[in-house]
């Protein structure tokens, strides 16, 4: 099976800067997509930033310029690095990665158990 482990996160000033990690381990033959979501008390979790397998990003609007997404496929992870931050991105943020586990096998989507982020003075 495969497994995400997601660490970096914490209490933060407003303005200041994070760097979260996404591992994943287990039986892994390829990635695919990348990504990481937030989801915030009472709101419907909603994307972040995603990376594809060659490397092109996509932003939530509200993100543009101060985070920005990365990965690594020789170590397995995923990275966000958050600048800039401010209250309103206080949240739980999970990554999410589409795996296939063997050839010829459909690729799976799976996520990490999320790590909380708090922006407060």
């Known amino acids: 099976q495969v497994q995400l482990v997601e660490s970096g996160g914490g209490l933060v000033q407003p303005g200041g800067s994070l760097r979260l990690s996404c591992a994943a381990s287990?039986?892994?033959?390829?990635?695919?997509?990348m990504g990481w979501y937030r989801q915030a008390p009472g709101e419907q979790r909603e994307l972040v930033a995603a990376i594809t397998s060659a490397g092109r990003t996509n932003y939530a609007d509200s993100v543009k310029g101060r985070f920005t997404i990365s990965r690594d496929n020789a170590k397995n992870t995923v990275y966000l690095q958050m600048n800039s931050l401010k209250p309103e991105d206080t949240s739980v943020y999970y990554c999410?990665?589409?795996?296939?586990?063997?050839?010829?096998?459909?690729?799976?989507?799976?996520w990490g158990q999320g790590t909380q982020v708090t922006v407060s003075s």
């Open positions: 287990g039986s892994i033959f390829t990635f695919y997509d």
């Open positions: 999410k990665m589409s795996i296939a586990t063997a050839l010829w096998v459909r690729a799976n989507d799976y």
